[in-house]
């Protein structure tokens, strides 16, 4: 048994190949450990904020010390945290926008990562707080960036890899739907990324 977390980030809805893959990974996790609970977390429809001043301010601020409006500017990223710590497995939905992350999955990334929460600097340098948890992410692209002359223009998966391990998050798997834009591609993209999906 296990707490499974699903983070989306689509404004697709259920048109969303990033959605679909990510429930698949979910069901097959529910397979592998039945009893499963799973809080899904959709920050697209929750206007995740972008950080503004109040929300570096209260970052930096002592709960006991945070004014009300402080209080309420760092509930977001308190929330956030509080989701990470308490999965087991997390599932990030990552679809391609202008061959990046969409917005809201960086804004929940920077309310997550914060000094002295979920990282923490020491002689050795940076070290990542949140540990012991599974990740994988499900990506969706209309082209081919898993390969060939397009792979350099893939910025999700480099960037995923390089900040989730940052705050300790180091055991990541990447499956991907891609092609869903290309002609004699398009037609097994789902199919294919599904099929992909193998749990370890």
Same mark, same amino acid.
Request: hydrophobic fraction near 40%; charged fraction near 20%; aromatic fraction near 8%.
């Given at each position: =048994?296990?707490?499974?977390?699903?983070?989306? %980030?689509?404004?697709?809805?259920?048109?969303?190949?990033? @959605?679909?893959?990510?429930?698949?990974?979910?069901?097959?996790?529910?397979?592998? #450990?039945?009893? %499963?609970?799973?809080?899904?977390? +959709?920050?697209?429809?929750?206007?995740?904020?972008?950080?503004?001043?109040?929300?570096?301010?209260?970052?930096?601020?002592?709960?006991?010390? !945070?004014?009300?409006?402080?209080?309420?500017?760092? !509930?977001?990223?308190?929330?956030?945290?509080? $989701? @990470?710590?308490?999965?087991?497995? @997390?599932?990030?939905?990552?679809? =391609? #926008?202008?061959?990046?992350?969409?917005?809201?999955?960086?804004?929940?990334?920077?309310?997550?990562? !914060?000094?002295?929460?979920?990282?923490?600097?020491?002689?050795?340098?940076?070290?990542?707080?949140? +540990?012991?948890?599974?990740?994988?992410?499900?990506?969706? =692209?209309?082209?081919? #960036?898993? $390969?060939?002359? =397009?792979?350099?223009? $893939?910025? @999700?998966?480099? #960037?995923?890899?390089?900040?989730?391990?940052?705050?300790?998050?180091?055991?990541?798997?990447?499956? !991907?739907?891609? /092609?869903?834009?290309?002609? /004699?591609?398009?037609?097994?993209?789902?199919?294919?990324?599904?099929? %992909?999906?193998?749990?370890?």
């Amino acid at each position: =048994m296990k707490k499974l977390l699903h983070i989306i %980030s689509s404004p697709r809805g259920e048109a969303s190949f990033s @959605i679909k893959l990510g429930n698949a990974i979910i069901e097959k996790l529910k397979q592998q #450990y039945p009893g %499963s609970t799973v809080k899904e977390v +959709n920050l697209v429809n929750l206007h995740f904020p972008h950080l503004e001043e109040a929300h570096i301010n209260s970052f930096f601020t002592p709960a006991e010390s !945070r004014s009300p409006e402080l209080l309420e500017a760092v !509930r977001h990223s308190d929330d956030a945290i509080a $989701d @990470i710590q308490e999965a087991d497995v @997390i599932v990030i939905g990552a679809p =391609m #926008y202008n061959f990046n992350i969409h917005s809201s999955l960086k804004a929940w990334l920077d309310h997550i990562i !914060r000094s002295g929460v979920t990282f923490k600097y020491d002689a050795n340098g940076p070290q990542g707080l949140v +540990n012991g948890k599974k990740v994988y992410i499900a990506e969706a =692209m209309g082209g081919i #960036y898993s $390969d060939g002359p =397009m792979k350099d223009w $893939d910025f @999700i998966t480099p #960037y995923l890899k390089a900040v989730l391990p940052f705050i300790g998050l180091s055991d990541v798997s990447v499956f !991907r739907v891609e /092609g869903t834009a290309i002609p /004699g591609v398009q037609d097994t993209a789902l199919e294919k990324g599904l099929s %992909s999906i193998h749990l370890n």
